[in-house]
């Protein structure tokens, strides 16, 4: 492969932008400086730096990120803190968005990727990829919270939502499964219930747990074999999926 092309691709800046850099001295491959665009790349076995940095291998990028409070999920610069600017310098590109949405107080697993194709499967509705979410509530819910989530509740604007999982957990801890991701869907089925969220926490999507070791606000990129564990196709998470292991490290779902 081309190095203009591999630098591209890599950090996601247009080949124009790639190839003054290359020419400049800032691109080294494999130690050393390499000034011609048109130089033969053997990714997995050439390691890239460009300005001291070493650069990832060309390829879709698939990243876990804790989400803390405080950050609106949304590519777009504004006012208030994104998830964006808490991905790490060498792992930015510009076609990475996130799968899905969390709310700004809503902490927990965040996936982001430069796949549209995956991102597409992973919320479209029609996949009924299941998440899972710690909720932490202000009172305790009505006795008949778990037959009517099972049912399928209706909110209090008349939304009817698909049958849904709710496992008491504590007097004021639940913890609620998903296979659709209505605005603030979390928080208005247990308002409809009787209580009110006072923080929520997505642990889980698929058979995808949220890295225990991954500190809030920290990105890293998935493993091979957490790609699997999404069961893309699928559409579901196993029947044990209710516990991570205890090795374990119509519209875009806006749960929370």
């Known amino acids: ?3 203009d092309r591999y630098v591209s691709q890599s950090t996601g800046m247009p080949r124009s932008h790639a190839t003054p850099l290359i020419r400049g001295g800032q691109v080294t491959v ?3 400086v390499v000034r011609d665009p048109a130089e033969q790349v053997v990714p997995g076995r050439d390691a890239v730096t460009v300005r001291g940095v070493a650069v990832r291998e060309p390829g879709h990028l698939l990243l876990m990120m804790h989400k ?3 950050v609106i999920t949304t590519t777009e610069q504004g006012r208030q803190p994104t998830v964006m600017e808490l ?3 060498d792992l930015r590109h510009r076609d990475l968005a996130p799968i899905g949405r969390l709310d700004k107080d809503t902490t927990g697993l965040l996936l982001l990727t430069t796949d549209g194709g995956l991102n597409h499967a992973l919320t479209h509705p029609r996949r009924h990829v299941e998440k899972a979410y710690l909720a932490e509530l202000d009172c305790e819910l009505q006795p008949d919270a778990e037959a009517r989530f099972l049912a399928g509740l209706t909110l209090e604007d008349g939304t009817l939502c698909k049958p849904a999982g709710l496992e008491r957990l504590g007097p004021l801890q639940v913890r609620v499964l998903l296979r659709e991701g209505r605005f603030h869907q979390v928080k208005r089925m247990i308002t409809a219930c009787g209580s009110t969220v006072v923080s929520l926490h997505r642990e889980r ?3 995808l747990w949220l890295d225990p070791a ?3 606000g920290e990105v890293r990129m998935l493993r091979p074999d957490e790609v699997q564990l ?3 196709g699928a559409g579901q998470a196993p029947a044990d999926a209710l516990q991570p292991a205890a090795s374990q490290s119509e ?4 749960d929370g």
């Open 1 to 3: 492969m081309r190095l």
């Open 30 to 32: 494999a130690g050393a």
């Open 68 to 70: 803390p409070v405080g």
């Open 87 to 89: 991905v790490p310098a």
């Open 205 to 207: 999507i698929g058979a």
């Open 214 to 216: 991954l500190p809030p």
């Open 230 to 232: 999404l069961g893309i």
């Open 251 to 254: 519209t875009p779902e806006n």
